[in-house]
């Protein structure tokens, strides 16, 4: 087969115009930062034909991107996962050889680790939120991923709001730790806080609880803020949410993983949690945790607001870079 003469630049440029009407605008900008390493790798290997790539260049771009961006295992598999799609639509446009993207390696994540550093950054954030917006607006997935995300609370402490804990006036929600009545919460009496919320959050759910919400009470004859006709969301409901939105197919994205949608288990009622890029409710609240820190969030507000320690954050939540810590301490030299 004779192959079409491409350059990286170009390349790129085609991918993401012909992925403009498939996916949602933040998937496209998470796929063009991914990607645009591999161009810049590129340049500094000068190939300027994307004919002529290989399998073992391929393998020392990865190489080379692990120590570039500081990556763990987790983020390498993401970029190594966005390049072996990229190249197998190379493949289709005669761009590279054909079968080059099986030459695409990429780490294997353990239970184990993915449990420990998988987290759902921003853009993931972005196109999943955007998508229930437009599909599911105002419905219990579209509030319930969206008080996880923008709170930087735990999944006891989503499930254990009540009406009554939220006032819309003054913006906030009240996590309290009611055991006695069925939602304990981590921390106990010490994990009661008042969390503030923004404009769009709370014009959501005061659309939620003036069209959607169903009229109904929990066994303790409270009224759950996050309610079906049976009474409060189950914990396990919240977190089937969570790994069925976090698959890419479900929000627009392509399958990373080679699987044909109609074949693939993780489609199939209650078994999104199959799929190796959906995440648990847990990597919501890391990626939360790592945003803000990543915005110039002050330490002691994100410790607050999401009710665990500095040392904690520093140990099991920030997902932020050495080289990203130093770029935004780089921002206060002028005040020095």
Sequence with gaps: MDLEPINPETALELYLKDKQNELAEAS????????QHFVRWCHEQDIENLNDLTGRQLHEYRLWRREDGDLNKVSEKTQMDSLRVFVRWLE????????????VLSPVITPDENSRDVMMDSDQASSVLSHLEKYEYAGPQHVALTLMWHTMMRIGGVHALDVGDYNSEEQYVKVRHRSDTGTPI?????GERLVALSDDICELIDDWLDNKRPDTTDEYDREPLLASREGRLQKTTLRMYVYRWTRPCAHGEECPHDRDPDDCEATTRNAASKCPSSVSPHAIRRGSITHGLANDMPDNVVSDRANVSPRVIEQHYDRRTEQEKMEQRRDYLDNL
Excluded: C, F, I, M
């Design 28 to 35: 496209l900008k998470a796929k063009k930062y991914r990607l």
């Design 92 to 103: 289709a446009v005669d761009g590279v050889e054909q079968d080059l993207s099986q030459k």
């Design 186 to 190: 981590k921390n106990k009496g010490d």
